[in-house]
């Protein structure tokens, strides 16, 4: 046996001992401590090594972690993927204040800067934060996510695209076992609709966010399996495809269905090259004639009586429903008291991650069921456009536009300009995976969350990579 295989072999089976003796425990909700120990040592001896493999371990691991926030350890934070993320910020900014540079073709690259200008803006709204510890930890977590899936995963691809094929087949594994499971759970119950929204757990809190990282690696594993042409590979990406649809179906998560939909639809215009300027022409005048036909829309949605189903075709119209459906009415609420917050301040915003602690005045009792509440446990704003505005202001709802206009304009300028084959496949993915999120995130938001964050994060880092390396062809060809 190669001592290449040998090595990556005893890494993974460390990988796997390592978490079957984490759950083992968190089962048995006992002896932490024997984990924490592996988890340190591991990440160390890594960390120093081997940070390339560190980075491997940290997408597989990331879809299986779970929150450790119980009476013993109220830590409140994913594990073991995010004290991963921490410990590679940590080596990033060592290295950045050791080296005292950083590449310019990242460092000023459009998506970059679109950063710089989220966590700035941000960094200013913490300090005129309602709740300044809320907010700082908030903004903690931000850089933690951000420089390890943005930042390291750009030093990690950048001399070879293949290591981005390699970073999202194992979150794709890790996906995977996590759909088996909640499969093989809902299975037990039944595939009743209402246990599809729990079965899930302890991997991901609820049905929506389940949902929503299915839709968004399913164009991945889909554009990956026509790109390779190795047969092995084939059959693994068409093997987790199904897979990955099995769990997308059975996730009941209508906003994660319509998210596909509207990925289809993209893929649609970037094969018939359709310029971008276009394309965002269509969306605001679209969005002109829905603001001047939203009493009408909202009349016809509140005659539809249409609850949640475990039919496929009710469950569908259910969507429309805001007169009876619970779930449909409370996004109304959250939506309603997200506005009323704007209203109140503007330019700063209530502070980052503040929401949830503040939105509870703001309801209106007309848009109130029986799953709301005042007691700031209820969760965010259900959108990843009114939640940053109502918490960082009218500005920061600008950086998060920003975030949003550059990715997909380097995603599809990137695509239409690549000259070989793993380029064009991966800018195609990223980019229909973000508009998957980015549609997604008008009914809910999860980047607060690490299962999120990595592949939202992961897909700028792969478009800054390629439109980079495309501008580098440019030059050397000229």
Sequence with gaps: MKPELRNKLILWACVGIYLLVNLYCIWKKEFFFIPAIALVVGVLYLLVYRVNWLMYVMAFVTPLSVVMNNEKFQLGISMPSEFIMIALTLLFFCRLLYDLKWDKRWALHPISIAVYAYLIWMLMTCVTSERPVVSFKFLASKIWFITSCYFMVIQLIKNDLKNAVKFLDCYTVGLVIVVIYTTIHHAIMGFTEHSGHWVMTPFYNDHTAYGAVLAFFIPIVAGLFFQTEQKGKKWFYLLCGLILLTGLYLS???????????????WLVMKLKIKFSWLV??????????????????YRMG????????????????????????????????????????????????????????????QKSEYQTIISTDFGDGGNAHSEYLGPCAETGIVGLLTVLALLVTSLYSGIRAYSRASDSLSRTLALCMTLALVGYFIHGFLNNFLDTDKLSLPFWAAFAVITVVSNGIAERKVVEQ
């Design 252 to 266: 009941y998560c209508r906003a994660a269905w319509l998210s596909v939909i509207a990925m289809l639809g993209v």
């Design 303 to 362: 005659r539809n009586s249409q609850d949640t189903s475990g039919d496929l075709v009710e469950h569908i119209q259910s969507m429309s429903n805001i007169s009876t459906d619970a779930s449909n009415v409370e996004r109304l609420n959250r939506w309603t008291a997200a506005m009323g917050m704007i209203k109140e301040r503007p330019v700063l915003g209530w502070g980052p991650g503040t929401y949830q602690f503040e939105y509870a005045p703001f």
């Design 281 to 298: 022409m269509t969306v605001a005048v679209l969005g002109v004639l829905f603001y001047f036909s939203s009493d009408d829309i909202l």
